[in-house]
């Protein structure tokens, strides 16, 4: 986040010098004091509103980004000069005021006024004022004003008088002081000396009055003094008095002393951190631990920031919980901030490119695809739901888009979608960002939580929000802060109450002294480690003082701090310590590993890897490490024992994954059917589940039917056949096509039967065609909506003709039905597999912890750490070691250690690089970017510091020493570094002022200069001989990083091989590079601006990182000028560059070959041309190997001399020494001399041939005859040609003729020979004599071509030929009828089996008929018959006839009476054994009265004949507090109300949720009269008291008002309508006042008496009612300005009575814990077995809400009592459950006195056996109670006082009564007393008082007369129709 600093610097381009000797010097000297004087006064000069006047002489006053500059102009004449203020690229950014005529006329009279009525009249009129003075003025106007101020000055009214001067003391009007004063010289003295004696009397009073106003301007005071010097030294102007020169000279020294003296006026940061500081005492609005973690819609919707207090860094905190509440609520909003910000700008209209600027991107019309899992063996390679975050296809958005280096969808970034304008959120994490899917356009990504909508609905178009913040740290690390308390919270005493006490570590304390051994420079030194004496001095173990101090501190101290600035061996020491720990583990009697956390895997991987050297019992946790050689120390690699469960786990998770593939495959052609009308499903035969579409003629003549249709392995239903309309139209195609050609090729046809046959074809085809395309038409004509689905089920189920579109609409009705119930089972499915992986991975977790307890050390980063926080509290690691901890967000270290840790080591450097956090002001405001360990440096007295640096040469160490460090060694080393080559410095600034430039892509910073320059620089350098390894480039940008990668690629993309070395230089960024260094590093500090602006450069500690990394060189390049003129410690820096010599806008280099030869570099041409290769552009002059002298420009040793290519001739001759070599020096020469000689061959003949030829082996071309002996041809051939040329008279094997040349010599048998004319034979295995089609030398194929045969059962197949269509299996239909005559339905490869076709067939056994296949017998089983038979008490079996008869017959024989009273159907097996009849089948309705007052809706037997009622299924409909009806069910408490609300103000209506706060209106607040004014906003409390004065405007009547001031007239007046007044205005029986005084409502336009009005209100703020009209009820708006506090103070109360009634589920749990515990054991002694069951399941489910999950996972691991210290407290899903079992335990509670009553009075445990079973009942009512309504409680009591009266007949127990806080939000229970604004809470229709104050409550509502006879009337007395 960059800091926005005040511009005081001028660029290069922008600088200019003032000359003070010429004739213009003094008003360039003012003019440029001027502008200074703007710049300080308004930091937004830069748009300014206003036009100054110019000065003489034709200058113009110019402003360029954030400095003016003074420059010429033609000169234009005097008296309409103006300066005209123009921006740099010459566009007007500036408004001209409207002037007010009218006022300046009156100003002009105001001149020859009394002061006093000057003062008073424009008090009156100090709008236009203010708007004339921020206005633009003319000299002639600016004089007007400044006699008006001279008559102000003059006043004694000093009440108005400072308001009107503070208001003149704009920064427009004050800027133009010292331009007028220079315009008013050119005119006549007396104007002059009148404007200048103006400004100095205004000056005076405003030195008087307002002193800490006139400090601040002091540079316009200082203008106006240089201004009358130069006027006073000026010959062309007018004369200046002495004492005018002496009145101003003592204004300037007045304003400079009250600067001095004045107290410094607070800013704005000021002020926010006063207002942040008192935060941090106020109490929290709630459990933080109640806060979801992830974002709520409230957090991203609400634009009201959330409460916070700021980190503690100085003292303690107040306990562990404001810890742990500060550290959770800040680091949510670290994340959540920059969502929230970005939806605002959505919500308010801002364009979505001004939103990405921000921390978040606007993606529109995102869809989802569908859920993707990508395995490679047991590996998952990708795994989350696909989506299309860019649906156009024509979108050009993403063309340019580099998905390998953008941060767009990086791995764990926050996304929020909406698909209605943000009013339902669903938020997931990025979980790939594979590029094969980004090129696409697709992510995949994973949901933070269960979602309830279908978000593959086609049709939904979501918006997406992507937030850049990494989510999954925060995540883990907030639900470690959430299940930590005072009881498992580590080292309270230091991070909390920041003792400044050293402790030694306890494991030290529990044993006998521990002696140690410590390995030092002449061997091992024995030790006792907590006595001084006993250790060995610093020398002999090889350490300087500090590194010996760190070491004692480390061992000795459980809470150990070490500070390594740059280069100190932070690292060496870390390792050293751990060393020390594990080799000496036995001897401190440790049994558990070493805890080693790191911020970045980077980090921890070269730890680790030190640590290799003294232990290889490592384990690396975590899977992102990149360093092979901790492989095969990966967890992964271990061989951990898996249990059963784990296996089960992963057997259900991945059935679930094969569900819900199945279920994909399901939805798919759903939707293609339903949201795409694409095509629809076909229906089987009997299938009466769905309507038929498609005509059963249809299906069955394109065989529609015949497909493999897959079926669901879970259900083992098979899934229905769909089509598309394209699909269908492709078949009707294939079969008209095939069937003509069948037609074509039938033999036994004639030519008329075919004829005929094909046109009864084509026409059957045609007819096809359109009967689907008019289905493709009704289809897309259906509506979208479905709505008469619904009504055609009904009528298709009665079996109604209906039409083809009502049978598609239906068709489409129950196939979305299908639709929503596969998609609801998906999301089960997902539910379960997100569950299933939560328990995989803590089984995982738990697996481990066995096995990790043998090792030494466990290394992992925070994050991990914090994700395994339960797993390590188990591990209970008793020594952790933090790297780099000054880096690592406090919360994180926290969530890292357990309470197990006994010895906690801290290593790093808080002068270094900071925390990285997303929010710039948490950090700045908040000190949030403080981390623990800079914490305890500032509180503890105990940090130790390293103080000897082993990196950086001296020349780079001064850079921070003293700058950053006080003091840092040099160790002696770094004075041995190697000489530099090429390079004349080890340090050097090369200044510039090339711009930066914004880079879009990534929001950051980018100097293309700077990025090719250091790329040049280190091209050259490694032409100097230095390896890729040793150079590295860093940046302060990640734009500037991806741009030098960019150019880096593309260089070696068009390079040579010399420079591919390139690739191996490390280019990143400073953060990134903390930690590390390298021999030689090059520094782009990119920024270089107009603005003066230099970012986060100006934070201390980066500049630490980035100018500490190097050892032997260190090249920066920047711009200087800007870095030093804003920022104190680049101004250091920038001294001890200077001091060193090594500031200057180029780089001197030097050449290694021509050490005297020395030359600067600017830019990066400059390189290519002073340097080529690496040396300098001089002429080498080295002799060569071959003796001559190197031509080429200066190189270096890397191009060796033995590989240049020497130009010169060459000087040697050939082998036979008669030619010279005619080639380069460079070619090879001597073996092939080209030169033509004449030589004599063996053959005698002579030939010309070259020089090198030997003769033994040319080829002589000289013509002879000769005779081949092979074949006894003759011939004319060449001298040494050896073969006949004569073509081959031979016949070929295959019997064609050879057509070569002869060959008798080399295949006389024609063995070799390929014969190239074509085949003769047939194919193989051809059945038709189909030719070969190849040469005569290839194989012969099998026949491939293809034929139609017949095979024996008369199919006819497209074969190739040489395939036997008896050999393939025949998938037709059998054609075949079999001996009962119906057709075989078998394939025709398959056996003909029993015929299978339903017929009905005669039962022997009952005769009954049924249908059974006509292949077997009916037999009794298949018959579904009733059963006719008589049983033995003479009534009819019940039962099938296929079943057996029951022996027990429930045939209704009578009614009884049962215990109950009711009628109860006896059934004949209960009269036959003499049962008597069940109470508990009693159905007869209870219509008992309930308490809620509806009848009960139970039987008699739900409802236990009375006993226990069931709940009450009604409406509750109760008023609420709010005045809104419940909306839930009666037998459930009532909920908070959820309903809008509303309320009007005097500028818009706010409507809101109920119970939220009032009206937001941010506008001015209205209320106002000519007594005064309101100044807060209209939603805050007025801090203007009303008025209470009369009114004193006149009606039209002549008669005065009757109202108040400052309010509405009422429109009646009190003496022409007194009889109407007396009538509607004033209550019935009331007293009539001697001076009424009336109220116009303005809602209803009702008038009432102000007095009678007050007190409706006031009773009704007694029943918390919203304020209404008494006459006609009607609510009253916040338009009513004079009561706007009471009108709103409903919407207060009503809040509070939420917040009164919202329970406290932390405190309600620890209430139900302590009381299972205490009853637990009670319950057993009764005996009563349902009652102890029942105890100890509550017992066991509350402990186990309670204590968490670590608990659980502590009791799995064996730990015992050890273990449940370590508790997480209460999970979220036991708080909801706690207030039911809380009432469960209050009934158990009385039932437990009740039962010790019993022992009390002496009786025997024995005596209670007979009242178990009313025991057992109460207990079952218990158990299967979901909820407890007041019914329910009543029904208790009742149970309770029946037993008690039972057991205890003759006690006097007291009445048994529960309690009851179910009405705890209805509005008939609660009052408010109108005294101390105490809420009661009870009966209104109990009269009582107030229970704080002891007074009455209100009685009843005063009484108006009726509606009927009230008017309306308007302000103007109009009546206004009730209508």
């Known amino acids: ?81 103006h300066i005209n203020v123009t921006n740099q690229n010459g566009r007007g950014n500036f408004y001209q005021a409207k002037k007010n005529l009218n006022f300046v006329a009156a100003l002009q009279r105001l001149v020859d006024e009394d002061p006093f009525q000057v003062v008073k009249q424009l008090a009156e009129r100090s709008d236009q004022w203010d708007e004339l003075v921020k206005g633009e003025l003319n000299l002639s106007d600016f004089q007007l004003v400044l006699c008006v101020l001279r008559k102000v000055c003059e006043s004694e009214y000093d009440k108005h008088k400072a308001m009107l001067v503070n208001q003149t003391c704009h920064p427009d009007f004050m800027n133009c002081f010292p331009t007028m004063l220079l315009n008013s010289s050119m005119k006549d003295h007396l104007t002059f000396t009148q404007v200048a004696e103006n400004i100095a009397l205004f000056f005076t009073t405003l030195v008087e009055m307002l002193p800490i106003t006139a400090a601040g301007l002091k540079k316009t005071v200082e203008c106006c003094f240089v201004s009358l010097n130069g006027i006073s030294s000026s010959q062309d102007c007018v004369q200046v008095a002495p004492e005018l020169l002496q009145k101003y000279k003592s204004l300037v020294g007045h304003v400079e002393a009250l600067q001095v003296n004045a107290p410094k006026k607070p800013t704005w940061h000021d002020r926010r951190m006063e207002q942040v500081e008192k935060m941090k005492y106020e109490q929290p609005p709630n459990d933080f631990r109640e806060i979801s ?89 990708n795994e989350g739901t696909l989506l299309c975050f860019d649906t156009s296809t024509n979108s050009r958005r993403f063309q340019r888009t ?65 937030s850049e913040v990494f989510f999954e740290p925060y995540y883990q690390v907030l639900g470690t802060l959430k299940n930590l308390n005072d009881r498992n919270f580590p080292f309270p005493k230091y991070f909390i109450n920041v003792q400044k006490d050293d402790e030694p570590p306890a494991y030290l304390l529990d044993v006998e002294p521990v002696q140690i051994k410590i390995k030092g420079t002449r061997g091992s030194y024995q030790l006792t480690i907590l006595n001084d004496a006993s250790w060995p001095d610093a020398e002999q173990l090889g350490l300087d003082n500090s590194q010996y101090k760190a070491l004692k501190a480390a061992l000795t101290k459980e809470l150990a701090v070490i500070q390594g600035p740059p280069g100190t061996g932070k690292t060496f020491m870390a390792l050293k310590i751990a060393e020390i720990l594990i080799r000496n583990q036995q001897a401190m009697k440790r049994k558990t590993p070493i805890l080693v956390v790191c911020l970045t895997n980077h980090a921890l991987d070269q730890f680790l890897v030190g640590m290799l050297n003294f232990t290889e019992s490592l384990v690396r946790i975590g899977g992102q490490s990149r360093c092979e050689e901790l492989d095969a120390y990966n967890l992964r690699k271990l061989n951990v024992k898996r249990s059963k469960a784990q296996y089960k786990v992963r057997d259900a998770l991945r059935e679930a994954y094969d569900r819900l593939v199945v279920i994909d495959r399901q939805i798919a052609p759903l939707n293609q059917a339903v949201n795409l009308r694409q095509g629809f499903f076909l229906t089987n035969p009997g299938d009466h589940s769905i309507p038929p579409v498609l005509d059963a003629s249809i299906a069955s003549a394109l065989q529609l039917h015949d497909q493999d249709v897959p079926s669901d392995p879970f259900t083992g239903r098979i899934d229905k056949i769909f089509v598309t309309f394209k699909e269908l139209e492709d078949k009707i195609r294939r079969w008209t096509f095939d069937n003509l050609e069948d037609i074509k090729e039938d033999e036994h046809l004639s030519p008329e039967e075919k004829q005929l046959f094909s046109y009864q074809i084509k026409e059957q085809g045609t007819y096809f065609s359109n009967v689907i395309e008019g289905l493709e038409i009704i289809a897309a004509e259906v509506d979208a909506d479905l709505s008469q689905g619904e009504v055609l089920e009904k009528t298709w189920k009665r079996r109604s003709n209906m039409n083809m579109a009502d049978l598609l609409e239906l068709h489409y009705y129950i196939l979305r039905k299908d639709l929503v119930e596969l998609e609801e089972k998906r999301q089960l499915i997902m539910g379960e597999i997100i569950q299933m992986k939560k328990t995989l991975d803590e089984l995982l977790s738990m697996e481990n912890v066995s096995e990790l307890r043998s090792k030494d050390v466990i290394g992992l980063t925070t994050n991990g750490a914090a994700r395994l926080h339960s797993m390590l509290s188990i591990l209970g690691c008793e020594i952790a070691i933090i790297e780099e901890a000054a880096e690592v967000m406090e919360a994180h270290i926290v969530a890292c250690i357990s309470k197990s840790c006994k010895h906690l080591i801290l290593i790093g450097d808080h002068k270094q690089l900071r925390p990285k956090i997303s929010e710039y002001e948490l950090g700045k405001f908040y000190n949030f970017d403080v981390s623990l360990f800079e914490r305890m440096v500032i509180n503890r007295e105990g940090c130790i510091t390293l103080q000897v640096q082993h990196r950086m040469a001296p020349e780079m160490a001064k850079l921070i020493v003293p700058t950053i460090y006080k003091t840092l060694e040099n160790h002696q080393s770094v004075f041995e570094r190697p000489k530099l080559k090429s390079l004349t410095q080890r340090l050097s600034f090369v200044t510039h002022s090339e711009p930066e430039q914004q880079d879009k892509e990534n929001s950051s910073r980018t100097n293309p200069h700077e ?106 390049i920047g711009d200087m000028g800007i870095l030093s003129a804003n920022n104190s410690t680049w101004k250091a820096v920038r001294k001890s560059i200077e001091d060193q010599n090594a500031l200057d806008s180029s780089l001197t280099l030097r050449c290694e070959v021509h050490p005297h030869y020395k030359f600067k570099v600017s830019t990066p041409k400059d390189f290519q041309t002073l340097s080529p290769y690496g040396g300098c552009n001089l002429i080498c002059e080295d002799q060569l190997n071959c003796g001559h002298p190197c031509k080429t420009v200066c190189h270096l040793m890397q191009i060796k001399h033995a590989e240049i290519q020497c130009n010169a001739p060459c000087e040697r001759k050939c082998n036979a020494g008669l030619h010279r070599c005619k080639q380069k020096c460079f070619v090879k020469c001597g073996w092939n ?125 497209d074969l190739k030929c040489h395939i036997d269509p008896e050999g393939i299996e025949c998938r037709n239909m059998c054609a075949k009828m079999l001996d009962c005559g119906h057709r075989c339905l078998k394939k025709c490869n398959t056996e003909c089996s029993p015929c299978i076709q339903l017929v009905e067939k005669v039962i022997l056994e009952c005769g009954h008929s049924a249908k059974v296949p006509c292949g077997r017998e009916a037999t009794k089983e298949d018959c579904a018959e009733q059963c006719k038979k008589l049983l033995s008490c003479g009534h009819t079996c019940k039962a099938k006839c296929s079943e057996e008869c029951t022996p027990n017959c429930r045939e209704v024989v009578e009614l009884q009476i049962g215990m109950c009273g009711h009628e109860i159907k006896r059934l004949c097996l209960e009269k036959t054994k003499g049962i008597k009849a069940d109470v508990m089948r009693c159905t007869a309705k209870c219509n008992t009265l309930l308490e809620c007052g509806h009848a009960c809706g139970g039987t008699c037997r739900t409802c236990h004949q009375g006993r226990f009622h069931v709940p009450c299924k009604q409406k509750c409909f109760k008023e609420l507090i709010c005045g809104h009806r419940c909306p839930s069910q009666c037998s459930e408490p009532c909920p908070p109300c959820t309903q809008k609300s509303s309320i009007s103000c005097a500028h818009e209506t706010q409507e809101f949720p109920c119970g939220m706060n009032k009206s937001i209106c941010k506008k001015k607040c209205s209320v106002k009269c000519e007594h005064g004014k309101c100044t807060n906003q209209c939603e805050m409390k007025c801090n203007f008291t009303r008025c209470d004065e009369k009114c004193s405007k006149t009606l039209k009547c002549t008669h005065p008002c009757a109202g108040f001031c400052g309010s509405p007239c009422p429109g009646l007046c009190w003496e022409c309508d007194k009889e109407e007044l007396l009538h509607h205005a004033f209550p019935t029986l009331a007293d009539i006042p001697e001076d009424p005084r009336f109220i116009l409502l303005p809602d209803c336009h009702h008038t009432v008496e102000a007095s009678a009005l007050e007190a409706w209100f006031k009773w ?142 002496g009786y025997k445990a024995l005596q209670i056996n007979d009242k178990k079973s ?92 009726d509606l009927d006879h009230a008017k309306q009337h308007d302000n103007k007395g109009r009546v206004i129709s009730a209508t």
Request: hydrophobic letters at 30%; proline letters at 4%; aromatic letters at 8%.
């Open 293 to 381: 973690i992830y974002p709520t819609f409230e957090d991203v919707v609400n634009p009201q920031r959330p409460f916070l207090r700021p980190n503690v860094i100085n003292g303690p905190y107040f306990d562990v919980e404001h810890y742990l509440d500060t550290q959770y609520r800040l680091l949510r909003e670290d994340f959540v901030r920059p969502l929230r910000e970005g939806v605002q700008d959505i919500l308010k209209g801002t364009d979505s490119k001004k939103c990405e600027s921000l921390s978040v991107r606007v993606y529109k019309d995102v869809q989802f695809i569908k859920y993707v899992r990508e395995i490679e063996g047991a590996r998952v390679l």
């Open 1814 to 1905: 009313e025991v057992d009942f109460i207990v079952e009512m218990l158990k299967g109670c979901r909820s407890m309504s007041t019914q329910h409680t009543r029904d208790f009591e009742r149970l309770l006082s029946a037993l008690n009266l039972k057991i205890n007949p003759t006690s006097r127990i007291r009445e048994v009564k529960l309690p009851d806080d179910t009405l705890l939000r209805l509005k008939s229970l609660w009052q408010k007393c109108g005294e101390c604004k105490n809420f009661e809470y009870g009966s209104k229709k109990v009269t009582k008082v107030c229970s704080k104050c002891q007074a009455a409550l209100s009685d009843g509502p005063i009484q108006f007369p």
């Open 402 to 466: 580099n998905w390998e280096q953008t941060k767009k969808f990086m791995h764990g970034a926050l996304l929020c979608f909406t698909r209605n304008c943000f009013q339902t959120l669903l938020f997931a994490t990025v979980s790939s960002r594979d590029v094969k899917y980004l090129r696409q356009k697709q992510i995949l990504v994973t949901f933070c939580e269960k979602y309830d909508e279908n978000i593959y609905d086609k049709n939904a178009k979501y918006t997406m929000i992507e």
């Open 1011 to 1116: 990025a090719s320059f250091l790329i040049s620089l280190c091209q050259h350098l490694l032409k100097q001989g230095y390896t890729a390894n040793q150079i590295t480039i860093l940046t302060t940008y990640k734009g500037q990083m991806f741009l030098i990668k960019q150019k880096l690629k593309s260089i070696l993309s068009n390079s040579s091989k010399d420079e591919k070395e390139l690739a191996g230089v490390r280019v990143s960024v400073v953060d990134d590079f903390q930690g590390e260094e390298n021999d030689i590093i090059l520094l782009s500090l990119v920024r270089s601006n107009a603005e003066g602006r230099i970012g986060f450069l100006a934070t201390e500690n980066r500049v630490c990182v980035a100018l500490s990394r190097a050892k032997q060189g260190f090249i920066i």
């Open 1233 to 1357: 001399c080209m030169e033509m000689v004449q030589k004599n061959l063996p053959c005698s003949h002579q030939a010309m041939m070259r020089c090198h030829a030997d003769e033994e082996h040319f080829f002589c071309t000289e013509i002879v005859k000769k005779k081949f002996t092979e074949c006894n041809h003759e011939a004319e051939v060449a001298c040494s040609c050896k073969r006949c040329p004569q073509p081959c008279d031979m016949q070929a094997p295959c019997g064609h003729s050879c057509t070569s040349k002869c060959h008798t010599d080399s295949d006389p048998d024609h063995l070799q020979y390929k014969c190239t004319k074509s085949c003769i034979k047939m194919n193989k295995d051809c059945r038709s004599n189909h030719p070969c089609n190849k040469k005569c030398w290839e194989e012969c194929d099998v026949c491939e071509v293809k034929v139609k045969v017949k095979r024996s059962c008369g199919h006819q197949f």
């Open 1660 to 1801: 009704q703020s007694s029943q918390l009612e919203i304020k209404r009209c008494p006459l006609c009820l009607k609510q009253i708006s916040a338009k009513l300005l004079r009561y706007k506090k009471e009108i709103l103070e409903p919407f207060d109360d009503f809040k509070e009575i939420r917040n009164k009634t919202q329970p406290n589920g932390n405190l309600m749990a620890k209430e139900l814990m302590s009381q299972t515990l205490r009853h637990g054991p009670l319950c057993e002694k009764f005996g009563i077995d349902s009652l102890t069951d029942f105890m100890t399941r509550m017992c066991l489910e509350t402990r186990k809400g309670y204590e968490g999950d670590a608990q659980a996972g502590a009791n799995q691991a064996g730990r015992g009592r050890k273990g449940r210290n370590r508790t997480s407290g209460p999970s979220f899903a036991f708080i909801n459950q706690v207030p039911l079992m809380k009432k469960k335990m209050d009934v158990v509670q009385v039932l437990i006195e009740l039962l010790e009553s019993k022992l009390m009075f």
């Open 1 to 81: 986040m960059e800091e926005h600093e005040k511009p005081t610097y001028l660029p290069p381009a922008q600088r200019r010098r003032i000359d003070g000797n010429n004739s213009a010097g003094w008003r360039a000297q003012a003019a440029a004091l001027t502008a200074r004087n703007q710049n300080t006064q308004n930091p937004h000069h830069g748009t300014a509103s206003r036009r100054p006047q110019q000065p003489a002489h034709g200058f113009r006053a110019n402003i360029n980004g954030d400095n003016w500059r003074l420059c010429r102009e033609p000169s234009v004449p005097r008296g309409n000069s």
